[in-house]
């Protein structure tokens, strides 16, 4: 069950994150919503084994735009009881609160990770060629900069395994990068592999035909313990 970790992020002590790989064991040549059924008991176990609680995920539908909620706000949920909640319409998700969980699908499209590190503020966005064109990646920085009273040039920003112009005819990846920098983003980390040329490790829309599994990118501020020093932790009722 590996789970890549990004190394601008484990700097953090307070927040858990992650990003899932191809579960090869199991089977996902189905439609997405199938595909991710299958999928889900692995999902569970390891956002579990990070810390996060399975039914506390927030998640987005993931509609290819660039409408962006804070997790956890009312504005309804497309979930069963004892499943994450998913925000309708949306492409991103941002907080400010200790243990609330975000979560996004990915299978090509880029998982855009954001912290906010002087205020403690997060975001997760789902940018493929749609997304990136509408600008949720700008979206993405103004938004929690507003919510965390905070900077840009505080903020890391690591990009997920995505697919690359050596399999797909945009470089949308690239335009991501010139959106942050755009941003004042102060840090940009990019993890190099292309999801289209190693189908062994990740699952690949345009590869398979839309017959496919995700990789579940995931991030939460991790809350503290009773006692705990807040240098490492936030507190659940706000900013440290």
């Excluded at 829309?205 to 496919?212: D, I, L, P, V």
Aim: hydrophobic residues 40%.
């Amino acid at each position: 069950m590996e789970t890549l970790v990004f190394p601008p992020l484990t700097r953090l002590p307070w927040l858990n994150h992650g990003f899932t790989t191809r579960q090869i064991a199991i089977e996902v040549t189905a439609s997405r919503d199938v595909a991710l059924s299958r999928l889900q008991e692995r999902h569970r176990q390891i956002v579990e084994s990070q810390g996060v609680i399975w039914r506390q995920l927030h998640l987005a539908e993931q509609v290819h735009r660039n409408r962006i909620v804070i997790a956890g706000h009312a504005g309804g949920s497309l979930s069963q009881p004892e499943q994450p909640a998913v925000a309708p319409g949306a492409d991103g998700l941002i907080t400010a609160t200790a243990g609330v969980p975000l979560g996004i699908h990915v299978a090509d499209c880029c998982a855009i990770f954001l912290v906010e590190t002087r205020r403690r503020a997060i975001g997760l966005l789902h940018s493929g060629r749609k997304g990136t064109e509408a600008g949720i990646a700008r979206e993405g920085v103004r938004r929690l900069a507003a919510l965390a009273q905070g900077d840009p040039s505080a903020m890391i920003s690591a990009l997920s395994p995505c697919i690359h112009r050596c399999c797909y005819e945009v470089d949308f990846i690239g335009e991501i990068e010139q959106q942050l920098r755009a941003e004042g983003v102060g840090e940009i980390w990019r993890h190099p592999d292309c999801t289209g040329c190693h189908p062994e490790r990740y699952y690949s829309y345009r590869k398979e035909k839309g017959q496919t599994g995700r990789m579940l990118a995931f991030m939460m501020i991790r809350p503290c313990a009773r006692d705990e020093d807040p240098d490492g932790c936030v507190r659940a009722s706000g900013w440290r």
